[in-house]
């Protein structure tokens, strides 16, 4: 693993200079080895402070993913609210101002209740 570590860093380096090398080692080792959250992920608004899980990864997708492709998230384990896991898409799941969503490995959002 360090040797793909080191072999990204190389390949990033030169295409893109030493700094900006070391920032994206640091950050890959934060969200993936020390499995904390990116500083800067997007933020999706929302008018009510209650609604079924599935809405609220439809509403971060829009029309990018399937209604069938978003419950398949659910029932895989991949959908998780301030790091618990939701596996029932039709669970009504209260938001609050700051709440972070992470939808399998890459994925996350901060809800901003309007």
């Given at each position: 693993m360090?040797?793909?570590?080191?072999?990204a860093?190389?390949?990033v380096?030169?295409y893109h200079?030493d700094r900006?090398?070391?920032?994206e080692?640091?950050?890959f080792?934060?969200?993936?080895?020390k499995n904390?959250i990116?500083?800067?992920i997007?933020?999706?608004?929302?008018?009510?402070k209650?609604?079924?899980a599935?809405?609220i990864v439809?509403k971060y997708?829009?029309?990018?993913k399937?209604?069938?492709?978003?419950?398949?998230?659910?029932?895989?384990g991949g959908?998780?609210?301030?790091?618990?896991k939701?596996?029932?898409?039709?669970?009504?799941?209260?938001l609050?101002?700051?709440d972070?969503?992470?939808?399998?490995?890459q994925?996350?959002f901060?809800?901003n209740l309007?």
């Amino acid at each position: 693993m360090e040797a793909k570590k080191q072999l990204a860093m190389e390949i990033v380096r030169r295409y893109h200079g030493d700094r900006i090398a070391v920032e994206e080692r640091e950050w890959f080792d934060n969200v993936f080895s020390k499995n904390q959250i990116p500083e800067s992920i997007p933020e999706v608004e929302f008018d009510e402070k209650e609604l079924p899980a599935v809405h609220i990864v439809e509403k971060y997708f829009g029309d990018k993913k399937t209604k069938s492709e978003i419950r398949r998230l659910f029932v895989q384990g991949g959908v998780r609210k301030n790091n618990e896991k939701i596996m029932n898409p039709m669970d009504k799941i209260e938001l609050a101002n700051g709440d972070v969503f992470q939808i399998g490995k890459q994925t996350w959002f901060r809800v901003n209740l309007a």
